[in-house]
C-alpha cells in the first residue's frame, strides 16, 4: 500500500494529524495496535481548556513538598521503587517549575492553548459532532477563604496578561448553578472559556469517521515496525501482513513513543503521569451541570454521556507496572461528600498514561536526524485540549505551508 503518510498513534493527537493531513489533499494511513482513542485518550476530564495557559508544574513550596512525601495524598501519588530511575525527570521538571521559569514558558504555551477551542470547534463542525461540545466552561470549588482568595487573585492576573475569562462565585451563586452540590463550599471560580466534551472516546472516533470519509485508511499494526527506506521514506507493517510505505510519517504514540524514537537514536527525556477514572450512576435525581474540581484535594467531577466521571491527578510509577488505583480509592469518599454518588458503573477502574517532557510543553517538529519524520507527543494533561492544534500544525510542517503557530519553543531538537 503506496501513501503519502503514514501517522503512528490513533489517540487524539494522531487522529487529528490524519484528519488534517488528509484535508491537506495528503494519502494517509493511520496505524495502531488498537482502536482509536482507546488509550491515554480514552479517559481524561473532557475539557478544552483554553484557560490552561500554565501547564501543571511540580509544586515548590517546602510545606507542599512534606505533603506529597507522605504519599497519603489524592492528587499525588508514587511507587518508591520507581522514584530512583524518575528522578532525573523529577529534578528537571521541578527546575522548570520554578517561578520564573514557569512564567517564560506559559507565555510560549500560551501561543498553543490560544487556538484550542476554534481548532476544535472547525474540526467538530465538518466530522458532525458539535453536540459533544458543551459551552459551559468548568469550576474551581474552594473550601477555604485563603483557597479561594489565592486563587482569585492568580485568576485576575491570568485574565489580565492572557485574557482569559472566568466569574466568581459565591456560595448563593455556586448553589444556584450547582444546586446538587455540597453547600460547604465558600465559594468557586467558574472559568467560562473552556468547552467540556461529553463524550471524549466519541470526538476522537467522529474525527476518524471524518478522516475515513475523506478517503483516509485506520489500520491495525504495530509501531515499532516502523523502518526508513533505503530510496527514502518509510514502510510499516499491519497486522494482516500488509507493507505500508509512505514518504513522510509522523510519530504520535504519546507514552510509547521511546519505543520507536530510541531504536532511531533520539534520547528524549520523556516522563509518564499515570491517572484513573470511574463513573457513578448520579444518586437520585441530581444533575452536575458542570466539571467541577474539587481544589483542596485536587480530584475531579465530570458530567459525562455514561455518567459522572471522577477523575484523578497524578501517579508518577513505571509506565508498564501494574495498576494501583490508590488514588481512585481516596477521593471516591470525598466526592459522595461533594455531589450525591450512586453506584460505580465500570466493571474496574481505568488507567492511562499521560506522556509529559520536563518543560511541560510538547514535541511537535521535525526530526533533526531523518528526513520526512516529524515528532508530535509529550502533551501531558492537556492531550485533547491541542489535539486539533497539534494537527493542523503538522499538516501545515509536513506539506510545506506557513505554520500558524510559531513552533520555534516546541522543535524537538530542544533536548
Not at 500554565?54 to 497519603?72: D, I
Not at 517564560?104 to 504555551?109: S, V
Not at 517532557?357 to 507527543?377: E, K, Q, S, V, W
Request: one cysteine or more; glycine letters at 10%; charged letters at 20%.
Amino acid at each position: 500500500m503506496k501513501v503519502d503518510c503514514i501517522v503512528l498513534g490513533a489517540g487524539i493527537v494522531g487522529t487529528c494529524v490524519a484528519l488534517h493531513l488528509q484535508k491537506a489533499g495528503r494519502t494517509t494511513v493511520l496505524i495502531d495496535r488498537r482502536g482509536v482513542s482507546e488509550e491515554t485518550s480514552f479517559g481524561n476530564a473532557g475539557l478544552i481548556q483554553r484557560e490552561a495557559v500554565y501547564p501543571y508544574g511540580f509544586p515548590q513550596e517546602l510545606r507542599s513538598l512534606m505533603r506529597y512525601a507522605t504519599n497519603s495524598m489524592v492528587d499525588m501519588h508514587f511507587h518508591p521503587a520507581a522514584l530512583p530511575g524518575l528522578a532525573p525527570f523529577l529534578f528537571a521538571y521541578w527546575r522548570n517549575s520554578r517561578p520564573a521559569r514557569h512564567a517564560e514558558i506559559a507565555r510560549q504555551y500560551a501561543t498553543l492553548i490560544a487556538h484550542c477551542v476554534t481548532e476544535h470547534d472547525a474540526l467538530a463542525a465538518e466530522a458532525d459532532a458539535t453536540h459533544l461540545l458543551r459551552r459551559v466552561g468548568y469550576m474551581d470549588l474552594f473550601r477555604s477563604a485563603a483557597d479561594r482568595d489565592a486563587s482569585y487573585a492568580k485568576a485576575d492576573a491570568w485574565g489580565r496578561e492572557f485574557g482569559l475569562n472566568h466569574v466568581k462565585l459565591g456560595p448563593a451563586e455556586l448553589h444556584q448553578a450547582e444546586p446538587h452540590l455540597s453547600q460547604d463550599m465558600v465559594g468557586a471560580l467558574h472559568w467560562t472559556d473552556p468547552v467540556s466534551v461529553l463524550d471524549p472516546h466519541g470526538l476522537a472516533s467522529a474525527y476518524l469517521a471524518r478522516f475515513e470519509t475523506l478517503g483516509g485508511r485506520f489500520v491495525k499494526g504495530d509501531a515499532t515496525t516502523l523502518s526508513e527506506r533505503p530510496g527514502g521514506g518509510w514502510t510499516a507493517v499491519g497486522f494482516d501482513g500488509a507493507i505500508i510505505e509512505a514518504r513522510d510519517t509522523v510519530l504520535c504514540l504519546g507514552p510509547w513513543s521511546d519505543l520507536v524514537t530510541t531504536t532511531l537514536g533520539y534520547r528524549f527525556p520523556l516522563g509518564v503521569k499515570r491517572g484513573y477514572h470511574m463513573h457513578y450512576k448520579p444518586a437520585g435525581n441530581a444533575v452536575l451541570n458542570h466539571v467541577v474540581v474539587d481544589s483542596e484535594y485536587g480530584y475531579v467531577l465530570a458530567p459525562m454521556a455514561k455518567g459522572v466521571r471522577l477523575t484523578t491527578g497524578a501517579e508518577f510509577a513505571r509506565r508498564d507496572a501494574a495498576r494501583t488505583p490508590v488514588q481512585l480509592a481516596r477521593a471516591e469518599p470525598l466526592a459522595k461528600g461533594l455531589f450525591p454518588l450512586e453506584s460505580r458503573l465500570d466493571a474496574e477502574p481505568w488507567m492511562g498514561c499521560r506522556p509529559c517532557t520536563p518543560d511541560m510543553m510538547p514535541i511537535i517538529g521535525p526530526a533533526h536526524r531523518h528526513r520526512n519524520l516529524t515528532f508530535a507527543f509529550g502533551h501531558a494533561h492537556h492531550g485533547l485540549t491541542l489535539g486539533a492544534v497539534t494537527g493542523r500544525m503538522v499538516a501545515e510542517m509536513v506539506t510545506g505551508k506557513a505554520v500558524f503557530v510559531n513552533p520555534e519553543p516546541f522543535r524537538p531538537g530542544r533536548f
